[in-house]
């Protein structure tokens, strides 16, 4: 089954946001996705109640999304475990980087994966004296992203250079904060293993219109989950571009 956004209704705008939280003013408008994959089958509520004025994106001034998305993502691929979780992906000293400041951005993207333990992964995923990968397809086992609900995780990969995580399954939050950054594809394996199958290095390429994940270096495929209607909301930037460019807010801020 695919990810669905089953109900998204005009939000107003600064962000009184929480995936609980019934006692936001009344009038708020919402939003209504899946939040993490539909085998979960969990949806999150989150309500905005903001002046235009105050909106201020999360992330720095990414480029304009062609009316043609990319459908497929090629290249390295760097290979990781089960449980993967936030703070592996950014470490907690690096959240005072302010990921609206360019500057701040592309070294919170030289940061990705500065948690992970060095004996279980050697291969560094940012190359000293760089601050971005050359690893743009992370391939991860089951739960990625559990632990702290922080947004600076999706956004940290995106910054590093990350185009897509494929695994077999995301910790709710952090398959939420994806989307509403519109940093990262989350695409969900239909099967499990599919990392033990791979090795950091490998080539490969993520089809989304096919639903497929490619091997080249095994020649090796396996089947995706759709990603659904939470794809055109990252093909947009994320949840505010999507709904500026869907008419939901005003596009002058």
Do not use: W
């Amino acid at each position: 089954m695919a990810t669905t956004l089953s109900s998204i209704q005009a939000p107003v705008s600064t962000i009184c946001a929480s995936s609980q939280r019934p006692h936001c003013p009344t009038g708020t408008q919402s939003l209504l996705f899946v939040s993490k994959p539909s085998n979960y089958t969990i949806f999150a509520k989150t309500s905005y109640s903001f002046k235009p004025s105050k909106i201020r994106p999360i992330t720095a001034p990414r480029a304009t999304p062609s009316s043609s998305p990319p459908t497929t993502f090629h290249g390295q691929c760097y290979v990781l475990g089960d449980n993967i979780d936030t703070d592996q992906i950014i470490p907690a000293e690096h959240l005072t980087l302010v990921p609206s400041k360019p500057d701040e951005y592309k070294k919170l993207g030289s940061f990705a994966f500065s948690g992970l333990p060095t004996s279980l992964y050697p291969i560094p995923f940012i190359q000293p004296g760089t601050d971005s990968t050359q690893y743009p397809i992370i391939i991860a086992g089951a739960n990625f992203g559990c632990g702290s609900s922080r947004e600076h995780a999706p956004v940290a990969l995106g910054a590093a250079g990350v185009r897509a995580v494929v695994a077999e399954s995301y910790a709710r939050i952090f398959f939420r904060n994806s989307v509403a950054t519109g940093e990262v594809y989350p695409i969900e394996l239909e099967h499990e293993g599919v990392n033990k199958q791979c090795t950091t290095g490998d080539i490969v390429t993520v089809d989304l219109e096919r639903n497929v994940f490619i091997n080249h270096t095994k020649g090796k495929e396996f089947v995706l989950k759709p990603i659904g209607d939470a794809g055109p909301v990252i093909d947009a930037g994320g949840i505010f571009a999507y709904a500026r460019k869907t008419g939901m807010i005003s596009s002058v801020v």
